[in-house]
């Protein structure tokens, strides 16, 4: 069944697509919903950190139940597809009411943000979401394709995130500047968000459940497992729990370089302009190793193998880089972006097919086929991830004294801007490097494979 190709090239492309609409939204609130609220709506940095660590904590809980209704979902859509497709409506409605916070009292601001942050991340993207990454394992079973398809997905995802990063900045000041204009904004990104995910949900197809179910499993109880079920057998799997740490600690990196990254450009190299370069210089090169990424795994003949290598090399360029920023040299600074951008590639190419690596573990080794559930971490950990990455941004620039109303900060919140941007994300890639050594689970599943071959010649 793996070596079974069961995808033409417009079916990966379509499935891709559908990342372009998840970060219309998330690129937006990850990068900017720091400064909307601190310098359009005048509210506290810390304050805001600690409401959207609070939210991402209960947003974690929403992840596991979400990825079991998923899998007792039958319908003609399939068992993703319908909450793909109808979460993004929240999503899109809850991204445009989350940018547009009405002048009221401090207090009834916050509260807002809070009811619609949650919204965004404990329901409709997590709905969203999970659907979207267990399609990956719904529409093919074969591991080379499963890799194409994270490789595909990963060059929209970060071309659109790239986009947003690039571009938002200035439409804002275009429509006005201010809470108006980025409440314009979300409203462009909101609908194209609606419309891109529309054509990915409608134009790929899950695989029949019998394709979905290995020989001789237990049908019944491969297609509804109940949620305690569904729970055990997670935490029964210990490759899973790595992989939730290896999200957790991605997007949780990613929280804090995405908050900080805007504050760094404006107020340490007192350039603007250069977050866009610098965007250019993480994203094109990503998306050049993403495209040979199913190749360098073909030829490692290991997933984990190329993926733990790739972020080697790129916490040593982070390393470099650190010292490259503390000589101002843009030059060189750019030149180990571009180096760690091309380390952290094959990560975001291979990880969903890590996660089905994962759920096929389970299905060899006890029978049941929880592939929703499985997939649950990679929204837990993109939310509780990020969510813990934005805290820890908000909490730091208030230590750091950072006021989103002064024209000029202190040599305290600049050193801390510093910080956050360049010395945290490499202590956080390192912990991923150690997290990959450990994550054996190719092994593990050729091990199975061997011996149900074993059981069967015996026979």
Do not use: H
């Amino acid at each position: 069944m793996k070596d079974k190709k069961y995808l033409k090239w417009y079916d990966k492309v379509a499935y891709a697509s559908g990342d372009m609409a998840a970060n219309c939204g998330y690129a937006l609130i990850s990068s900017f919903m720091m400064i909307y609220l601190t310098n359009a709506v005048g509210l506290n940095s810390a304050v805001i950190g600690t409401l959207m660590l609070v939210s991402k904590i209960f947003d974690g809980v929403t992840d596991v139940f979400f990825g079991t209704m998923i899998d007792r979902t039958r319908s003609k859509l399939g068992k993703a597809r319908p909450w793909m497709l109808y979460g993004q409506i929240g999503v899109s409605a809850s991204l445009f009411l989350v940018f547009s916070i009405p002048g009221m009292s401090a207090t009834m601001q916050y509260a807002y943000f809070f009811v619609f942050y949650t919204a965004y991340n404990a329901i409709f993207f997590t709905a969203n979401n999970i659907a979207y990454a267990t399609l990956s394992a719904l529409i093919t079973r074969n591991a080379e394709e499963r890799v194409q398809l994270g490789s595909i997905r990963f060059i929209f995802s970060t071309a659109t995130y790239m986009i947003v990063l690039s571009s938002a900045m200035g439409l804002v000041e275009k429509f006005g500047g201010g809470a108006q204009g980025w409440r314009m904004v979300a409203l462009i990104f909101a609908i194209l968000g609606l419309a891109i995910n529309t054509f990915s949900a409608l134009m790929v197809k899950e695989l029949p459940d019998e394709e979905g179910t290995a020989q001789g499993e237990n049908k019944q109880k491969a297609d509804k497992p109940g949620l305690i079920t569904a729970l055990k057998l997670l935490v029964k799997n210990p490759y899973y729990l790595i992989i939730v740490g290896l999200y957790i600690l991605y997007y949780g990196g990613n929280g804090i370089s995405s908050a900080s990254s805007v504050y760094f450009y404006n107020y340490y190299f007192e350039n603007p302009a250069l977050m866009g370069i610098m965007s250019l210089s993480g994203t094109l090169p990503m998306i050049l190793i993403l495209a040979i990424t199913p190749v360098l795994v073909k030829k490692a003949g290991s997933i984990r193998k190329v993926t733990m290598l790739g972020y080697l090399l790129s916490s040593v360029a982070g390393i470099l880089q650190i010292f490259a920023a503390m000589q101002k040299s843009i030059p060189l600074f750019f030149i180990l972006a571009v180096v760690r951008s091309l380390g952290m590639g094959p990560f975001t190419g291979t990880i969903n097919a890590l996660i089905a690596e994962t759920a096929d573990y389970t299905r060899k080794s006890t029978g049941i086929s929880v592939d929703g559930t499985m997939f649950s971490c990679s929204s837990i950990g993109v939310k509780v991830g990020g969510g813990i990455g934005s805290a820890i941004a908000g909490i730091l620039l208030s230590v750091g004294g950072f006021d989103g109303m002064a024209e000029v900060q202190t040599a305290g919140a600049v050193n801390m801007i510093f910080f956050m941007t360049t010395v945290l994300p490499v202590v956080i890639g390192l912990g991923i490097v150690v997290l990959l050594y450990f994550l054996k689970v190719e092994k593990a599943n050729a091990e199975l494979d061997l011996a149900q071959k074993k059981e069967a010649v015996e026979c």
